[in-house]
């Protein structure tokens, strides 16, 4: 890191997060919810360009408004209980599901893949931690939410060419999946989160060496074979391809959420159409596969290393809780 006060906000914003998940009442949470944001906008800044700072903005309005309405739904709860909706209102503002994500396409636009990696991980612990840990029947509220943002999801990033925004799209598409999964019990969403957050490494190792910008750069000519093959797989697997672990975490969401059958339906319905356009992605890479030497599948390589990860890990979490 050639900065070495971005340490600092790297220690902010790690532990403003622990501090949302251990806090014990809705001010610490709010403090936490601030302090992350105040830790992840000076990261951002990759190369210190007028584009980056008009993304900083754009990120900073909505996350100081969702908030603002977050402390002010937790204190006029106390004289009126119908204002509590407006606490898991302002997490999924934070969290840019639909119809509430205009802005975060625009701000994944703006980003390097670095800071984007970050956004659409580990920014997304805080909030969706401190709706689950709302009362059941108020979280349950926002359960259409989640089928909503997952359909759109699906359908936004149908003519999407920027990987950015087609990886937003599919940002909101499974934060949908992860707000049912706050309706189900145990682990289930905490393991839906991890495995995402591990599918993404990969992807985004693949990305960061190749400097992929647009969706016609994701398999250039020059990339072996497997690699290709390697990096279409892990891409079918965060549209949710059966077996692959993308589908088996939607599986598991769909058997233990105590949602709607016409919530599930959406859920299902927008992650058929994601999938779609991760198969018109991958569709040409897999194709090549016979051009491929049975003596290299025996090499060992950094994108193999995270294939394994994003892949076999996550399923091994699947079968030891489940």
Not at 45 to 73: C, D, R, W
């Amino acid at each position: 890191m050639k900065s070495p006060h971005k340490l600092l906000f790297v220690f902010l914003m790690t532990t403003s997060t622990v501090m949302v998940l251990s806090s014990s009442n809705w001010l610490t949470t709010w403090m936490g919810l601030e302090i992350n944001m105040l830790g992840f906008i000076p990261l951002m800044y990759h190369k210190i360009t007028t584009n980056e700072s008009e993304t900083a903005v754009k990120y900073l309005i909505p996350q100081s408004l969702g908030s603002t309405i977050f402390i002010m739904g937790a204190l006029i709860s106390h004289h009126s209980d119908s204002m509590q909706a407006l606490m898991p209102i302002a997490m999924c503002l934070k969290l840019g599901v639909a119809p509430l994500h205009s802005w975060f396409p625009a701000v994944m636009s703006g980003l390097s893949l670095t800071p984007a990696f970050v956004l659409l991980t580990w920014q997304k612990i805080a909030p969706i931690f401190a709706i689950s840990a709302m009362n059941p029947s108020l979280a349950a509220k926002i359960l259409p939410i989640a089928g909503i943002s997952a359909l759109w999801g699906g359908i936004g990033g149908l003519n999407q060419t920027d990987i950015r925004l087609l990886l937003s799209y599919s940002s909101i598409a499974h934060t949908g999946w992860m707000l049912a999964g706050t309706a189900a019990p145990g682990p289930v969403l905490t393991l839906y989160l991890m495995t995402y957050m591990m599918i993404n490494t990969s992807l985004f190792v693949a990305l960061l060496q190749n400097s992929v910008k647009t969706h016609k750069q994701l398999f250039p000519a020059s990339q072996k074979p497997y690699e290709s093959f390697l990096l279409a797989i892990t891409i079918l697997s965060l549209g949710g391809l059966p077996p692959l672990t993308g589908f088996a975490m939607k599986l598991m969401v769909l058997m233990s959420t105590e949602a709607k059958s016409i919530i599930l339906a959406t859920l299902v319905l927008g992650a058929i159409i994601s999938l779609y356009y991760y198969l018109s992605l991958t569709f040409s890479p897999l194709l090549e596969l016979h051009k491929m030497p049975i003596s290299q599948l025996k090499l060992v390589t950094n994108t193999s290393i995270s294939f394994l990860l994003s892949q076999i890990m996550p399923l091994s979490l699947l079968f030891f809780f489940f």
